[in-house]
């Protein structure tokens, strides 16, 4: 099972980016899947995370109004829109599955609840 993360880069304050998520070796469209992200000496925080049906989703206070995820199980990925971007968004962003609650409806918010993570992709906002 591999969870695969593309679309980061550099990019200006105020700028748009859309991180990509594609799933192999089992589907995961009955699963949240939720994005985090890490910044150099910090710790891992919550941006957002979707249901398995994609009607309800959360995000993180820090990108809320800003970021939008949404997914396509039919290709298996989830997507994160980023839009009004700030150099405080600057991290490597991580794409995760959770592969032991299928059909729940409110996404978990938690790292610990997700049992696949992808590779991650960096993230990079210049002022």
């Known amino acids: 099972v591999q969870l695969q993360a593309s679309g980061g880069g550099l990019m200006q304050s105020g700028g748009s980016l859309r991180l990509s998520c594609a799933a192999s070796?089992?589907?995961?469209?009955?699963?949240?899947m939720g994005w985090f992200r890490q910044a150099p000496g910090k710790e891992r925080e919550f941006v957002a995370a979707?249901?398995?049906?994609?009607?309800?989703?959360v995000s993180g206070d820090s990108v809320k109004g800003r970021f939008t995820i949404s997914r396509d199980n039919a290709k298996n990925t989830v997507y994160l829109q980023m839009n009004s971007l700030k150099p405080e968004d600057t991290a490597v962003y991580y794409c995760?599955?959770?592969?032991?609650?299928?059909?729940?409806?409110?996404?978990?918010?938690?790292?610990?609840?997700?049992?696949?993570w992808g590779q991650g992709t960096q993230v990079t906002v210049s002022s």
């Open positions: 995760a599955a959770d592969s032991a609650h299928p059909f729940l409806y409110i996404p978990t918010t938690i790292a610990s609840g997700y049992s696949y």
């Open positions: 979707i249901n398995w049906s994609g009607s309800r989703t």
């Open positions: 070796g089992r589907t995961f469209s009955n699963n949240v």
